[in-house]
């Protein structure tokens, strides 16, 4: 069974950073991709970076510029680091990763959520 635990997020002010991690776990053979999203009260899920390698990330308009997304394959584990944070920031962040295990191939998988709030 695929577990995805997220940690990382809080309360900064406008202008902090936070960075957020996720580790995957449970019978994983490979990662083909690895990303983070966000959803914000009364707001659909969005797509806030992707990466499938270190040379091969994208991001959301929206954040260009001031998160980054990195993999440590040894760990399983993604990355997004946040950088001079904003208000219109605030939302619950998901990892999403799509894996393969021993009897599912090419599936994607959720972590719980952690909350990020930026505020004074």
């Known amino acids: 069974q695929v577990q995805l635990v997220e940690s990382g997020g809080g309360l900064v002010q406008p202008g902090g950073s936070l960075r957020l991690s996720c580790a995957a776990s449970?019978?994983?053979?490979?990662?083909?991709?690895m990303a983070w999203y966000r959803q914000a009260p009364g707001k659909q899920r969005e797509l806030v970076a992707h990466i499938i390698s270190a040379d091969t990330t994208t991001y959301a308009d929206s954040v260009k510029g001031r998160f980054t997304i990195s993999r440590d394959n040894a760990k399983n584990t993604v990355y997004l680091q946040m950088n001079n944070l904003k208000p219109e920031d605030t939302a619950v962040y998901y990892c999403?990763?799509?894996?393969?295990?021993?009897?599912?191939?090419?599936?994607?998988?959720w972590g719980q959520g952690t909350q990020v709030t930026v505020s004074t």
């Open positions: 999403n990763v799509v894996a393969s295990t021993a009897t599912v191939r090419g599936r994607g998988y």
């Open positions: 449970g019978g994983i053979f490979s990662i083909y991709t």
